[in-house]
């Protein structure tokens, strides 16, 4: 087992060709690729590498394994690895494949000389080396389907396409495909896609699967046509050669057909069935159905031939399914509630593998739901199938019709799970809760409308939880004991059939017998035809097999087969296999050992002559199912039987309604003395008293169980309250936001703290008590841990949970506030100096007690060092935690009332906006505030009426007794209604009302009197004009005093309206304030919690290490005793390799003394000395080879001894063989096929032996054959050439032994006729020895050779248990390390700001193995020296910018006035030539140049002069301007006081003014406005012509300055102007 690859899961495993590698992809969480080394059963991995891409397939180049493919997920790219190994280890080189972006990749192939063959979407093969890293030739696409699979044949290469079209391309010599195609097939029918298409064992096939799970296979060679001789040519010479080009031009190739091997079912099989047909013997089959809404039958032997197939209309899936024993018939059940009869017949022979005919005889659809269970009455000729709570039963004896015969119902509520026969006709029903019930169909015949059986009994199976299948034996303990599985119990239950003698109300049976199944329970049984086995299938797909006693079952094997559950079981014909079919899709065969044999039963022939009456498309229309329109006709049967038995009741009820009266008329006619009582006429008064005495019994009952379920109901609320409600100490509540949906506030639930945590608690604190005195009294007296633990951190840090301006509090408000501190450091004064801020922290009192606060009792995260302390600080967190939430919870009270409050005030405002819009006749609407029911603590505890499903059942008393009294409460209140003691009250005191009348305005209260209309103004008198206008005026004053009313109320409206949004956005601002601190507070409980796991995950992984050190020492000791026992072993061996080693040589130094003793030995019988000539033939002769031996000298034993030594006894497993001449070299031609039906292949090499084998089989007996011959390939495989330094030779040479043969004197040349016959004899004799010595050193050395071997395999079991407990010390070491390093680990939780986790971020999740914590101060310095730098290196940059500036300035300026002077030079000799002077001569001439050098000189010099003196003029016109400057200065600071002076003034003057004109008002005088407005306007026009004055007078003063200054100071303006008027900008491309 291979335990150190992915993480999740393998995607894809591949084997290198010759076995040495194995690689792996990983899939989720580790996309990565691992190869291992695999040797002598070990897996070494040796190379694992990060893909940088999800992958899904991984191959080995066949020709070098140091090659490896990876195929994108995506088909993007092809991912090739080389791996060499340097110095024992290996690196990998990468080079990666791709196509164009239009085209995906769909599969990769290898082929030869280390191309990649990828097949893309649109159908083209492209070749990509490898060894180069570059894409080259592409072959053409047969087809645009994608590719699917390459296959290399030693001719050809054959592509697969995805609409399993197929193409083959012949090999040119350079070993790449022509483009032309020689042969196509189209291997499958129309829909089906091709999964996987590969090559046979044995190179002659190709097999293809397809996605309808069908199995194809195809002939992989190439027919090659007959060579056909060339004709000559008229002049005898030979044709000549015409050479293709590769293109398809108009060659046709040729279409071939396939073998369908198999056509498997597309999806899981859910029933599988044995079913014996007729014939010459019992034709035993297996039928299968599936979801796939198909049934098809198979051959049962070894070929699992398929003879026939059945499709179920609309495809409806297959949930169950039965064969008839004895008759060729089976029952299909569907999951549309159709239950449909198959017959089976053959069509020919079905001894000679014909064809079966499946042909429907009946068809019903009975319900509606799923048919969960057929069972078949032997007996009685019946087929019973259930679906949910009933079923149907149908009668099919051969004789009659097949028809339904009856329908039943379970005794539950619960579906049917099981149906099980009788043989006295019962059927017992099997539901899945557990209840078994009995319905007896002996007596029943078939009628125009079923009847529905009765129940016989019913009881309860002991322990039955969910019931899943039934089963009984046909001949052990039938009809007394059943079996059952269940989901509760993990095996088959065994049962006694009951009687149905229960004495009990609710009997309930036991099971006598379990044999246990696997872990995971079975889930379906069946028995075997025998009746002596069972068999079940578990839940987590083992099968189990069962022997079947009386009344027992015991359980004899078990075998674990499929992934999932397993659907179904069934025996074969001969109880000798099982067949299991499984969730995964897969039916498996087991064959059981030693199973006895058993004849099946011949199927019958009594259906044949039925099926010819069958229509042939038998079938169930849609509509209604058979259960409802039974229920339907029994329902309306029913209602006439109840009509009819109704009318003869009332008949009779009328009849002695008539004599009732009839009797009590004539009663009260009699005479007093013989009148009789009501009584007396009651005939039937027990009958009475007996009905009301059961109907009474009946409540009673209906009351006892209605209140036994309240009082159950009662007992799991108070249990739920107990826990839920009554258990916690703050139940959990919300507040709303008024206006903001978005925004809610909840509290911390907290629950009340048992007794045994709350003394945990108090103990804890006792033991830190006692700590803190300790510490205090060692050390620092404010201290509370132990001296120099802290002293890594400075005291004012930010960064470290529960530490510095973190620290541990319970206050709410302190924790928002340090997440505030901590998200803006720069707005708080966290800048001030560490020993400030250690002086600010509250030092821990000396006196402290229990009551102190939590927080004190905390550890410092540095100071947690031991286990101990990591549980007291885990405990103290906790605690700290529910602190925190109580704290929280008591402001969110706060915030709650404030609420309540805000409520109330709105409620008040709501009342009078409520009533304004009254009054105003408004219907706008208005914001009215409610509480939600999540605000309301116990609002889960009250029933509202909307939470009501059932309302209380009301008799028709107790309802006329309600109407009555509230109709009398109505009388009641009528009768007294305004007479009563509070309106009498409220009558003497208000007038009858609370409310204070208001006088009220309206145009009503003014009549309009008609004759204001009737008469005209014109005719009216003065008093009728007079009443008009006063009513006109009346009725003006009301509408105005009206819209002065609605204005005030307008205006109110608003003002309370913006009151209340004012409420509203108040509170709001308080719940946002809140939801932000309650978020803080969340983030801290967080914080501490993920503290606390952390805390714990410490203690567990320090554990685990101890545990994991002590598993390795007993490891070790193990390992040790171990290594002594096999050190002891390989010093035996290597005494008894050494002593065969020694006993070879001596007898090889034994045989080469003979050798050399000879001449003297056969010297001894000759009569005289024999000649040299002589001696050397008798040499040969003693040398020369024996009949069936070897070489007489010692080559073989000795270099098989050395050879021995080099290599440890054992010989190379990549020795070459001449594997080709083991079977015989390839066909040279092949004939063309004559016809397809007359192919063979299912088999290499195929005999008869092997004709009913299977294509597994046949592939199994091939490969055992192929290895029989020391073969591991075929030798048609195209990568063979490739594996000859990779073969495998026999491990040991077989030992031939020398066979003695006396040499005949006659063949010895006449030469030598000499020799005596005692010569002859004493050779004779000798060789005879020496054959002997021979075979004893060949024989020795074979011993010697096992030795060895037996020596090294000894050795290197010492040195693999010594490689183990090295490996051990290793582990222990490094666990010790851990251990070691776990004791100074310290768990710290830190917070940092996004910018300052500066680790790379992976892909799930971040490790910090290797992370580092850097003070911030060190960044900061860091920065600012960068930033310094940064600053200095902007400032050189811009000083070289600016140097280049002037420099490039100055050379252009250079160069312009050197161009400028030639301009002049040329343009003034151009002028002078015009007319050449004396001087002009001179010049030309050069005589004027002494003249004109002196007039430079004094140039020069009147130059310089000028230079100093504008220098000096420049230096005083300086002082000039700073005292000019100081001159203005004081002038401006002169003007400022002038203007505080000014508006002193001003503030004078107007005061005055005010004064003044307060005194003329007093006075009573005043000037007329008429004056005092043309004094005005009189005034404003002098002070405009001032301003203008003023303004004139400024505008002349500036220009005479300007004057003055141009006077003074010249000006070079508008020369500099001119100067610079075209000259370049300073653009970039100057510097």
Known sequence: TITDGTELEYVDMAFSRDGTMLAALGGVCDFKLIIWEVKNSEATKVITLDLPCACKKVEFDPSNPDYVACLAEDGSKVLVYKNVKILGKYESDLSTATLPSAETISSITWGFEGFILIGSSTGEITFFSSKMGKNGMKLPAGSASPVVSVILSLTHYIVCHEDTSTFWYPKSEDSFPSSTIVQKAKLGVEGELAISFQNALDFARCVLITSKNALHEVQMEVDEPAAEEPEPTADGAPPPIIQFEDTPNDFEPEIIDYDSIHAFHSGPVTSIASLVLGGKAPFPTIVTASTDGLVKIWKDDATRQQLGEFVIKNGSAVTSMLAFAGYPCFAVGCADGTVRILHVTGRGSIDSNGDLKITVIYAEKFADAAVTSIAFADGKLAVAAGSLNAGLIISCEPSKPIA?????????????????????????????????????????????????????????????????????????????????????????????????????????????????????????????????????????????????????????????????????????????????????????????????????????????????????????ADGASYLDKTLASLKARQESESKIAKNEALEGIKSLSNRLKGMLEANAAAPDLEKMSRDEFVVDLSGRDNTIQLNEAAASETREKIKKEDMRKDMLASRIRQECWDGMQTHACSVNALQLDSIKVQNFPVRKTPANTQRKLDLIKHLRLTEIAEMQKSGDKFSTCWSNLTNEVPAGIRWMVNAGLLKATTSAEEIAAQLKTLANPDDDEAEKAPEEVEDEEDPIPLDLTMSSPLPAFLYHPLAIRTDAQRKTQITLLKELVRLICEDFNKYFEKLKAAKEDTLGVLEAKNDRIKEILAELKSDETYFQPTLDDSEVVDSVLTLTPAELTTSVYESKASREARLKREEEARIAAENNKGDDLPTRALNDMMNGTLEVKKETISEDSLVREEWMDEIPFEQMSEEQRKALDEYNNKLKAI???????????????????????????????????????????????????????????????????????????????????????????????????????????????????????????????????????????????????????????????????????????????????????????????????????????????????????????????????????????????????????????????????????????????????????????????????????????????????????????????????????????????????????????????????????????????????????????????????????????????????????????????????????????????????????????????????????????????????????????VTKMNKENAKIARAIKDRIEENEKLDAQLKDLEGNVGIRETIYKSRVEAAGGGQDPSTRKMKRVTMRRKLVDLARAQTDEIEFLRMELDRLRQKTFPSFANAARERFENQPDEMEEFY
């Open 1039 to 1513: 509408a105005e005093a009206l819209e002065k009313q609605r204005k005030a109320l307008e205006l109110e409206l608003k003002k309370l309206r913006s009151e209340v949004a004012e409420v509203v956005k108040a509170f709001d601002d308080k719940v946002q304030v809140a939801y932000e601190l309650r978020s803080a507070v969340h983030v801290t409980i967080h914080t501490q919690e993920l503290y606390c796991h952390r805390l714990g995950m410490s203690i567990m992984q320090r554990e685990d290490c101890i545990t994991a050190m002590m598993e390795a020492e007993e490891k070790v000791r193990g390992l040790t005793v171990q290594k002594d026992l096999v050190t002891g072993q390989c010093n035996a061996f290597t005494e008894k390799k050494e002593a065969e080693e020694a006993t070879y040589l001596e007898k090889v130094a034994d045989l080469q003394s003979r050798e050399k003793n000879f001449r003297k030995e056969i010297q001894e019988p000759a009569a005289a000395t024999m000649d040299q000539d002589t001696v050397k033939m008798l040499m040969a002769l003693y040398k020369s080879k024996s009949k069936g031996g070897e070489d007489g000298e010692l080559g073989s034993g000795t270099t098989s001894y050395s050879e021995n030594r080099r290599s440890g006894g054992m010989s190379g497993s990549r020795q070459s063989v001449g594997r080709r001449s083991s079977i015989g070299g390839r066909r040279s031609s092949m004939s063309r096929r004559k016809s397809h039906s007359s192919r063979n292949r299912r088999s290499f090499n195929s005999t008869d032996d092997g004709a009913n084998l299977g294509p597994l089989q046949a592939a199994m007996r091939e490969a055992q054959k192929m290895a029989s011959q020391g073969l591991w390939t075929s030798p048609k495989d195209p990568f063979l050439a490739s594996d000859d330094a990779r073969a495998k030779a026999l491990q040991y040479a077989e030992v031939q032994l020398a066979e003695y043969t006396p040499l005949n004197i006659d063949d010895v040349p006449e030469a030598f006729g000499r020799i005596t016959d005692q010569v002859w004899a004493k050779l004779n004799e000798l060789r005879q020895v020496r054959a002997e010595k021979e075979n004893e050193v060949q024989v020795q050395s074979v011993k010697l050779k096992e030795a060895v071997k037996q020596m090294d395999r000894s050795r290197e079991q010492v040195l693999a248990v010594e490689k183990n407990i090295e490996s051990l010390h290793v582990s222990f070491d490094l666990l010790v390390e851990q251990d070691a390093l776990d004791k100074k680990n310290i768990e710290v939780l830190t917070t940092f700001k996004q910018g300052q986790d500066e680790v790379e971020q992976g892909a799930v999740a971040t490790s910090y193995n290797d992370a580092i914590l850097i003070p911030l101060s060190i960044i900061e310095e860091t920065n600012a020296a960068i930033r310094a730098l940064g600053d200095d290196k902007v400032k050189v940059l811009n000083n070289t910018l600016n140097f280049r500036k002037r420099i490039n300035y100055m050379n252009w300026e250079h160069e312009y006035l050197e161009q400028q002077a030639k301009d002049m030079d040329e343009h003034y000799t151009d002028m002078q030539l015009l007319r050449v002077s004396k001087q002009v001569k001179q010049v030309i001439s050069g005589a004027k140049t002494e003249s004109d050098r002196a007039k430079m000189e004094r140039a020069e010099m009147h130059l310089s002069k000028l230079h100093s003196t504008h220098k000096i003029k």
């Open 404 to 620: 339904p015969l009856a329908t039943f119902k379970g005794s539950s509520e619960s579906p049917i799970a099981a149906l099980l026969w009788q043989p006295s006709s019962h059927l017992l029903i099997g539901s899945e809760d557990g209840t078994l019930s009995c319905v007896d169909a002996s007596s029943v015949t078939p009628a125009p409308v079923a009847e529905q059986l009765r129940t016989e009994w019913s009881c309860k199976m002991a322990g039955v939880k969910n019931l899943l299948s039934l089963a009984e034996s046909s001949k052990i303990g039938n009809g007394r004991f059943f079996y059952a599985v269940n989901v509760g119990t993990k095996g088959v239950e065994c049962y006694a059939v009951p009687d149905g003698m229960f004495t009990e109300a609710d009997p309930v049976i036991s099971p006598v017998n379990l044999a246990e199944s696997g872990a995971k329970g079975a889930v379906c049984l069946a028995a075997s035809p025998s009746g002596g086995m069972l068999v079940s299938g578990g839940g987590g797909g083992s099968l189990t097999v069962y022997k079947v006693g009386d009344g027992t079952s015991t359980t004899t094997s078990s075998l674990a087969s499929h992934v999932g559950p397993i659907l179904s079981v069934c025996f074969s014909a001969s109880s000798s296999m099982v067949y299991s079919s499984g969730s995964d899709g897969s039916v498996f065969v087991s064959k059981l050992v030693n199973a006895s044999s058993y004849d099946p039963k011949v199927s019958s022939g009594d259906f044949d002559f039925k099926v010819e009456e069958v229509p042939a498309n038998l079938e169930v």
